[in-house]
């Protein structure tokens, strides 16, 4: 059954964390998948995700899009996973006339990066529900790419789960792999900083996020794991509620907080 008021479908950013969560069965992976029962089947999937970061915004076109494996040193099974969701090049054609004036680029070779399979294997593992991935254009401010995702809300009401993937924390060179369950003092106060913002519904303050100084340069080194919270952000309705799923610190730097909208 669909979540949310009327049929509307929930908008959900995604810790992903590391692609090795795709071969376990843990706290987030857990969450994933309940979020995915919970849920139950939508028409489609509109992903954002940190792993496709263009000039230029695209979206994805393939009928049958492959599982790109863009990843290294991890088990040879995971480079032999395959997550066969069929495409929608009807759904990507909506989405470039929806987010017009936007010049807007149908990509018919573009497959599903891991940061929107390996949190789908866990959510949708029967593979049966059409995903299309948009990209973020990195020559966008951060206010622009909240404004798509005001475009793209639009589509919960036709039946489209509006999915980001990314970490609200995300410094790989800071991690401390002593630090399992720890979190930096710095990391701790961005990922409070950021919540508290979700839950005042002050979107600026999330769009502003670097006027947080030496937190914000520490949390977010570069921009593509941060963005998709202001895709998911960006299509929130007037007084919804969010709510925090796995808000989780690992090894210091990797903010693990699911976002939840309508559901």
């Known amino acids: 059954m669909q979540s949310g008021k009327s049929g509307t479908m929930p908008a959900i950013f995604f810790g992903h964390g590391s692609p090795g969560n795709v071969i376990e069965d843990n706290f987030f992976t857990q969450c994933w998948e309940r979020l995915g029962c919970e849920i139950g089947k939508p ?13 230029g915004v695209r979206v994805s076109a393939a009928t049958r899009p492959s599982t790109i494996h863009d990843f290294g040193g991890f088990t040879k099974e995971m480079h032999e996973m395959i997550y ?27 497959g599903l990066d891991h940061g929107s399979w390996c ?28 404004e798509i995702g005001k475009l793209l809300g639009s589509f919960r009401d036709e039946g489209y789960l509006l999915m980001g993937s990314g970490n609200i924390v ?7 792999w ?6 930096f003092d710095w990391a701790s106060r ?12 002050t979107p600026q303050n999330l769009v502003d996020f670097s006027s947080q100084g030496r937190d ?16 998911v952000m960006g299509a929130r309705r007037d007084g919804e509620t969010a709510r925090f799923e796995t808000p989780i610190v690992e090894y210091g730097s990797l903010d693990m907080t699911t976002v939840v909208l309508g559901a």
């Open 170 to 176: 995300h410094n790989l060179p800071e991690m401390d």
């Open 119 to 146: 949190v789908l294997w866990k959510a949708y593992p029967e593979a049966d529900v059409p995903v299309v991935q948009i990209s973020m254009d990195m020559q966008m401010l951060p206010s622009q790419h909240y």
């Open 216 to 231: 914000a340069t520490l949390s977010v080194p570069s921009l593509d794991h941060y963005l998709p919270l202001l895709y």
């Open 178 to 183: 002593r630090m399992r369950d720890g979190s």
């Open 43 to 55: 028409k489609g999937i509109i992903c954002v995700s940190a792993h496709w970061f263009t000039r």
């Open 84 to 110: 066969p969701a069929p495409g929608s090049p009807e759904l990507a054609a909506a989405i470039a006339e929806r987010l017009a004036p936007i010049d807007v680029e149908l990509d018919p070779a573009r």
């Open 190 to 201: 961005f990922g409070n900083y950021i919540r508290e913002s979700i839950v005042s519904d």
